[in-house]
């Protein structure tokens, strides 16, 4: 059957991956949460950024952005990472030439009440993701825009019960053990945390060159 012999078509999918990262993830969490917590206080470099560029919150995104290189917890997570991003690589059926995808990137996150990350993507990466180490109650989730939004133009809205596909915004929500991957050219955001209790995550880039 050929496509103009066929109803409405699914193109351009964009897919993301969310899973479990496995079963004893609760001891791996327990050091990542004093790792970032301590560098939370140690990072000079990192407090000084923050305090510009992630106001109330602390990120080690300009400072330790390899903390699989330095931190035998984090490449523990690395390792566990792995087996994922190539699982979504072959769902997304990339063509890497005979090459793997490897982290290139690696940084803490912990964002305190009210804390938000505004929209943004992630340049010269392949494969995106978080990893959730300490999501309090109702925290936010990783909200991913269409990529499409721009050449919408008179498009009328999507109705409120449209299914997921249809919807110009979609949340995934954060919960702790648990991993999202995207491709790092999607544009994403987290919205401001309303808990008391900072929201930690871990967030990494995978290349191919």
Known sequence: MTIESMPAQRLFVTEIYSGPLRRDWQSLNRQ????????QHDDVAGQRWSAKSYPGGYTSYNSLCRLQQISPTFARLERQLNRHVAAYARALELDLDGRQLAM???WANIM???????LHLHPLSTISGTYYVR???GCAGLK?????LAQ????PPRRSDARIEHRPWVTVPAQAGRLTLFESWLRHEVPPNPSTTPRISISFNYSWF
């Open 32 to 39: 990542l949460l004093r790792e970032c917590l301590q560098l």
């Open 144 to 148: 991913f825009e269409d990529p499409r």
């Open 135 to 137: 999501t309090p109650r």
């Open 152 to 155: 919408f133009m008179a498009a």
């Open 112 to 118: 305190p009440r009210g804390v938000v990350h505004s």
């Open 104 to 106: 290139t990137d690696c």
